[in-house]
């Protein structure tokens, strides 16, 4: 059965996990993965089925694709591949306690890890971090100069604001890969949200003070309309995540 199939059809099943519609609380859904781990595609249709449908009622999902880079070697060069990514991936594994990173994973809201192609998991994790508060953030439209992108954010209003970090993401929306090698050779793999830049731009209790200003750069291309920036505020220690938005390059904020 096609991946976007069995989501829906779990989505109908988990309706009544699903908060109400009328409000839709931000969570963001990251997925490790990689082009030469085969167990990887259908988890990448997953995310995109994710991002595309939104199933959860209640649920704003934003989707950030990391992929880690101990999968090369293995016969396929991976182009997004980074160091960066499976660092991030083990500070999870010693949060979450699993035993070693693996692909493909998915981790919902910093507090929820399992295997990145389970829709059933992937939508009761989401229903569930759905009905958690979360701290509004506002991103202004990112600007371009060059090879960098330069935006803000802020929290509007009074909100309390917790000891944590601030990360963003600079994102290609879309990308395709012919696999010539490796575990997945001879297939098309499709991409959404695949990270290409990504730093911590600031403690979470400086929005107190006013807008955080931030800037991200990548080096393989200039940042155009098919790129987009995620943001997100993460308690100390790459704990839960309290707050998410996102932005294509050239719109205003979601």
Same mark, same amino acid.
């Given at each position: 059965?096609?991946?976007?199939?069995?989501?829906?059809?779990?989505?109908?099943?988990?309706?009544?996990?699903?908060?109400?519609?009328?409000?839709?609380?931000?969570?963001?859904?990251?997925?490790?993965?990689?082009?030469?781990?085969?167990?990887?595609?259908?988890?990448?249709?997953?995310?995109?089925?994710?991002?595309?449908?939104?199933?959860?009622?209640?649920?704003?999902?934003?989707?950030?694709?990391?992929?880690?880079?101990?999968?090369?070697?293995?016969?396929?060069?991976?182009?997004?591949?980074?160091?960066?990514?499976?660092?991030?991936?083990?500070?999870?594994?010693?949060?979450?306690?699993?035993?070693?990173?693996?692909?493909?994973?998915?981790?919902?809201?910093?507090?929820?890890?399992?295997?990145?192609?389970?829709?059933?998991?992937?939508?009761? =994790?989401? !229903?569930?971090?759905? #009905?958690?508060?979360?701290?509004?953030? &506002? /991103? +202004?439209?990112?600007? *371009?100069?060059?090879?960098?992108?330069?935006?803000?954010?802020?929290?509007?209003?009074?909100?309390?604001?917790?000891?944590?970090?601030?990360?963003?993401?600079?994102?290609?929306?879309?990308?395709?890969?012919?696999?010539?090698?490796?575990?997945?050779?001879?297939?098309?793999?499709?991409?959404? =949200?695949? !990270?290409?830049?990504? #730093?911590?731009?600031?403690?979470?209790? &400086? /929005? +107190?003070?006013?807008? *955080?200003?931030?800037?991200?750069?990548?080096?393989?291309?200039?940042?155009?309309?098919?790129?987009g920036v995620v943001v997100f505020a993460q308690l100390p220690d790459q704990g839960a995540v309290?707050?998410?938005?996102?932005?294509?390059?050239?719109?205003?904020?979601?």
């Open positions: 059965m096609p991946v976007a199939l069995r989501l829906a059809t779990v989505a109908i099943a988990l309706l009544p996990l699903a908060v109400s519609a009328q409000t839709r609380n931000p969570v963001l859904v990251e997925l490790f993965t990689s082009e030469g781990c085969s167990s990887c595609p259908p988890a990448d249709k997953l995310l995109a089925a994710l991002q595309a449908q939104q199933p959860v009622s209640g649920a704003q999902i934003v989707v950030l694709e990391e992929h880690v880079d101990y999968w090369e070697g293995q016969g396929w060069h991976d182009r997004f591949s980074s160091s960066l990514y499976t660092n991030r991936q083990r500070g999870y594994a010693l949060r979450l306690r699993f035993d070693d990173p693996y692909t493909p994973q998915m981790i919902v809201d910093g507090s929820t890890q399992f295997v990145g192609n389970d829709p059933s998991k992937a939508l009761s =994790s989401i !229903a569930k971090a759905a #009905q958690s508060p979360k701290i509004a953030l &506002d /991103l +202004s439209p990112p600007t *371009v100069d060059g090879k960098h992108i330069s935006s803000t954010v802020s929290a509007p209003g009074k909100q309390p604001l917790p000891h944590g970090d601030l990360y963003a993401a600079l994102v290609d929306l879309a990308d395709t890969t012919e696999v010539k090698g490796g575990e997945n050779r001879g297939k098309h793999l499709d991409h959404v =949200s695949v !990270a290409r830049s990504f #730093q911590r731009i600031g403690k979470l209790q &400086d /929005l +107190s003070k006013g807008p *955080v200003s931030f800037r991200l750069s990548v080096s393989s291309a200039e940042p155009s309309s098919h790129m309290r707050g998410v938005t996102s932005s294509p390059i050239g719109s205003a904020a979601n």
